[in-house]
């Protein structure tokens, strides 16, 4: 219907990286912030909870910037699945959540990454 908005796509991809970046970073920082309080929110060790956090923020850090973008985007696509998992099978949590956010959310950043993957990123990254 609009095919002149094709032109708009590499910027359209660096806008959904730099969203998922902001909300991986400070995801992960939050987790690294008290990692003893974190992991007991969600039910971890807290060395697996500073791992985690690390991982969150040099992901989300690559996927913005563009660096080793599939990589990262493939990283974080883990840790959705993981999220998911814990939200499905551990705490029994429905697909739009009950009394906090359902794993909706971590589908969509599943699919956000997974189009990140699949364009290496789009034009405007940092390292091919």
């Not at 730099?18 to 971890?44: N, Q, W």
């Not at 956090?53 to 850090?61: D, I, N, P, R, T």
């Not at 794993?103 to 699919?111: A, E, G, P, S, T």
Request: aromatic share 14%; charged share 15%; glycine share 12%.
């Amino acid at each position: 219907m609009f095919p002149q908005l094709a032109r708009f796509t590499d910027f359209g991809i660096l806008l959904i990286r730099l969203m998922v970046g902001l909300v991986f970073v400070t995801s992960g920082y939050s987790h690294l912030k008290d990692p003893e309080a974190r992991a007991k929110s969600i039910e971890m060790s807290k060395g697996f909870t500073i791992f985690l956090g690390a991982a969150e923020v040099a992901g989300g850090l690559g996927v913005a910037a563009g660096l080793l973008t599939q990589l990262a985007a493939f990283g974080l696509i883990l840790i959705m699945l993981g999220a998911i998992y814990k939200k499905i099978f551990a705490w029994h949590t429905g697909f739009w959540g009950e009394k906090s956010s359902g794993w909706h959310y971590d589908l969509i950043f599943v699919l956000m990454n997974l189009l990140i993957a699949f364009t290496n990123g789009g034009a405007y990254v940092l390292m091919r």
